[in-house]
């Protein structure tokens, strides 16, 4: 069993060590976080609806157009501040270069 005055100078040295660090470290974990975030944006962004038309809000696994795990809510149309939404996306929803991929939502694979 450690002694408490060995515990303290441990914590103490600790402590030191991410003062020491953190003035040094700070800026690249922000550049790193801004990287990743970065990534994981869909550019463009994404809108998911459901086939009644509700507006999904939350976190989506998706896994090639299977949803896999969706925790969040479900915002229906009417309550929607942008008006009706349509059911099905428009040419312009569609990115260039996935308009002439024929996707099916009901595929299991």
């Known amino acids: 069993m450690a002694q408490p005055g060995l515990s303290l100078a441990i914590g103490d040295a600790l402590l030191g060590l991410v003062d020491w660090a953190w003035p040094r470290v700070a800026p690249r974990v922000d550049d790193l976080f801004d990287r990743v975030a970065d990534a994981l944006r869909p550019d463009p962004p994404l809108s998911i609806r459901s086939l009644e038309g509700h507006l999904l809000t939350g976190l989506i696994i998706v896994d090639r157009g299977q949803v896999l795990l969706f925790i969040g809510s479900r915002v229906p149309a009417a309550s929607s501040t942008q008006g009706a939404i349509p059911l099905g996306p428009s040419h312009h929803d569609i990115p ?12 299991r694979s």
């Open 96 to 107: 260039p270069w996935a308009r002439d991929l024929e996707v099916d939502p009901y595929r």
